[in-house]
């Protein structure tokens, strides 16, 4: 039975490579954005390297297209193997806590934060009932509270949340056969990360991959980086 993955933010950067090397390994790919056109230009590019890959539009904030996508999946399919939660935005760079408008935290907050938790919530229980899956969260090593730094407030605060996602999660579905992790892809080439990063969208993705196809004795509730656990 092909395995049928599901990853947020797939039309561009660590997302995009995510959904190719996910192609590579024979998976299913649901790639989703918020615009279509983008989305579907990503799309096409990665069948025509003969990839499995499909679009669905998907805006993580937007309850209405996450019950849409669920209903579509599980009528299509009735499971789905794995989330990959990488949909994010970075608007803060060395913002001071202090200067911080609030606004911009919500914003952070609803697309890093609530926006996983929205899939999570819609998916996990069609995970449990097929009693496997791989929940894979893209966080950063600025979300480390054991080595946590100034400025970038609104996506550090987000991300550090995204992190106690993990490990609740994880605590109550451990008994299903379901994995659930947090990952760092470091600092990547991308739109995001700019082009002064020291990593390949390919090395940025290999520690999401990994986690999302772990066996069944595989690491549950961890925070990896280069597929070794780093500090919360």
């Known amino acids: 039975m092909t395995p049928i993955a599901l990853v947020t933010g797939g039309n561009r950067g660590i997302g995009f490579e995510i959904c190719r090397q996910l192609g590579r390994k024979g998976i299913r790919v649901?790639?989703?954005?918020?615009?279509?056109?983008?989305?579907?230009?990503?799309?096409?590019?990665?069948?025509?390297?003969?990839?499995?890959?499909?679009?669905?539009?998907?805006?993580?904030?937007?309850?209405?297209?996450?019950?849409?996508?669920?209903?579509?999946?599980?009528?299509?399919?009735?499971?789905?193997?794995?989330?990959?939660?990488?949909?994010?935005?970075?608007?803060?760079?060395?913002?001071?806590?202090?200067?911080?408008?609030?606004?911009?935290?919500?914003?952070?907050?609803?697309?890093?934060?609530?926006?996983?938790?929205?899939?999570?919530?819609?998916?996990?229980?069609?995970?449990?009932?097929?009693?496997?899956?791989?929940?894979?969260?893209?966080?950063?090593?600025?979300?480390?509270?054991?080595?946590?730094?100034?400025g970038t407030a609104a996506y550090r605060i987000s991300k550090t949340a995204l992190n106690a996602i993990t490990v609740t999660l994880a605590a109550e579905v451990k008994n299903y056969n379901i994995k659930v992790n947090s990952m760092c892809p470091g600092w990547v080439r991308t739109r995001m990360g700019g082009m002064n990063a020291r990593r390949t969208p390919e090395q940025g993705a290999d520690t999401a991959i990994w986690l999302a196809t772990l066996p069944d004795d595989g690491p549950n509730g961890g925070f990896f980086k280069d597929r070794k656990p780093i500090p919360w």
């Open 30 to 150: 649901l790639l989703t954005a918020r615009d279509s056109t983008l989305g579907e230009e990503a799309t096409q590019k990665l069948q025509s390297e003969g990839l499995d890959v499909q679009f669905l539009r998907l805006g993580v904030t937007h309850p209405e297209q996450v019950r849409d996508a669920y209903e579509w999946i599980a009528g299509q399919f009735g499971r789905l193997d794995i989330l990959i939660n990488n949909a994010a935005i970075y608007p803060d760079d060395r913002v001071s806590v202090l200067n911080v408008p609030l606004e911009m935290v919500e914003q952070t907050f609803r697309i890093n934060t609530l926006g996983p938790l929205n899939l999570c919530q819609a998916f996990v229980p069609l995970m449990k009932r097929n009693n496997y899956g791989r929940v894979v969260n893209v966080s950063s090593e600025m979300a480390s509270l054991s080595d946590m730094g100034g």
